[in-house]
């Protein structure tokens, strides 16, 4: 995977995973889809995106044994 | 910490040189791996909290750097040998992180996680937090040793990764203090080494390959590997280690270490084997077969441990040298 630009400003960065979470850098809160907000307690968070996570919003890797996320097409 | 108790008569001649005694100028032939693991152990420990009873200086002393050196050549042989069938895991996989993520996923015939899930007694569990106090007490520890010998991209990534786990700012959030809160609320010894006398040479060959790989530049590719393999072992686990405590109400302390590493290693096992071990195989792409070394060996002492623990506790026995923790607790 490449780094980011060299000179990048700070602040909130997201990386999605191929058939994984997205790895969101810089992120106070993030609010899920029934809009709750969840305060991210490291500098790092894994945000699942495959839905199948036991603690939403949090990526706990279950897509490792569901298989990878659903694919887009 | 002291010395440890010595198992053969190599470890004996190390504690003696380390004493004080009869100077120890060779390994020669330790008597089983007890005797290997635990000697190459204490040497390894010179470099991180060192011994009370050993005066600091010998961590360098030429002398014993020599017979630690032997003792590695033994290892990383046997090593070698031993994890052909977790490597050939990786065959078909076509990229690097798809071939960590192979050897990651193999599986051994025993699991420690399933087993601390559904079957375990609360001893049983205790004794696991016990041989895993050797290396939860020191976590993340041995992969430090890289930072310098890494640049660019890799080096971020990890130094990303450890300032997780060395607590992000905050001393009470260090991985290590929580694995003590743990032990404590576990009824077990907190202290750093505490059990190493109680830990059989399964477990201290999962320290030693930290430590090899750790303090040997020319291992900074198998180190990275070994650090992958972990965390893409880990957050699966961890919910079985998890729910295992909650199921024999081992105490909030027990049930957070586990929960944390949930969360924080489903972070974990996307930057070291994407952007740590991904970075480093594009600037060093000589690097590769290192890379999955580590990683290999890293699954394959898991499955020497898990076979070893899993065959004592399924015949009533224990894991532990020396008996059951009643005594210990």
């Known amino acids: 995977m490449s780094a980011p630009a060299s000179g990048s400003r700070t602040g909130c ?48 890797a279950t897509h490792k044994v569901a298989g990878g996320r659903p694919s887009k097409t | 910490m002291k010395l440890p108790r010595p198992r053969g008569k190599l470890s004996e ?56 050196a032997e003792l590695e050549t033994s290892f990383e042989d046997g090593l070698r040998e031993d994890v ?59 992969h430090a040793w890289a930072v310098p010998r890494l640049d660019g991209a890799a080096k971020v990534a990890l130094a990303e990764l450890q300032y997780d786990e060395f607590g992000g700012g905050r001393p009470d959030r260090l991985h290590s203090a929580l694995f003590a809160r743990a032990l404590e609320e576990a009824g077990l010894d907190a202290s750093y080494g505490a059990y190493v006398d109680r830990v059989s040479w399964h477990t201290l060959a999962v320290n030693n390959a930290m430590s090899l790989f ?3 530049r020319r291992f900074r590719g198998s180190a990275m590997g070994h650090l992958a393999a972990f965390e893409m072992t880990s957050p699966l686990a961890c919910r079985r280690y998890l729910q295992g405590a909650q199921r024999l109400e081992m105490g909030a302390a027990v049930e957070h270490y ?15 084997a994407r952007t740590i071990c991904g970075s480093l195989a594009e600037t060093e792409p000589e690097l590769v077969d290192d890379i999955l070394f580590g990683a290999a060996a890293c699954v394959h002492l898991d499955e020497v441990v898990a076979r070893h623990a899993i065959d ?17 607790a």
């Not at chain 1, 899920?32 to 894994?46: F, I, K, T």
Request: proline fraction near 4%.
């Open chain 2, 84 to 142: 052909g069938e977790v490597l050939a895991a990786a065959d078909e996989a076509e990229d690097l992180v798809s071939q960590l993520a192979a050897i990651a996923s193999h599986e051994g015939e025993a699991s420690v996680s399933q087993f601390l899930h559904r079957r375990a007694t609360a001893a049983q569990y205790r004794e696991f937090l016990i041989e895993r106090s050797l290396y939860h007490l020191k976590e993340s520890d041995p």
């Open chain 2, 13 to 68: 001649a190390l504690v003696a040189d380390l004493t004080g005694g009869r100077a120890l100028d060779h390994a020669g032939d330790p008597d089983g791996p007890d005797d290997l693991h635990l000697s190459l152990w204490m040497l390894y420990e010179l470099h991180y909290r060192g011994f009370e009873d050993v005066d600091d200086r010998r961590e360098w002393d030429p002398r014993l750097l020599a017979v630690r």
């Open chain 2, 214 to 216: 750790g303090l040997h």
């Open chain 1, 13 to 60: 960065q997201i990386t999605v995973v191929p058939d994984g979470p997205a790895l969101v850098r810089g992120a106070d809160v993030v609010y899920d889809d029934q809009g709750v907000a969840h305060e991210a307690e490291r500098p790092v968070v894994a945000v699942c995106l495959c839905g199948l996570s036991q603690r939403l919003p949090w990526c706990d």
């Open chain 2, 312 to 328: 004592a506790w399924t015949a009533g026995g224990s894991v532990l040298l020396g008996g059951d923790t009643s005594e210990v």
């Open chain 2, 258 to 272: 586990f929960d944390e590493h949930i969360e924080a290693d489903a972070v974990h096992e996307e930057i070291a």
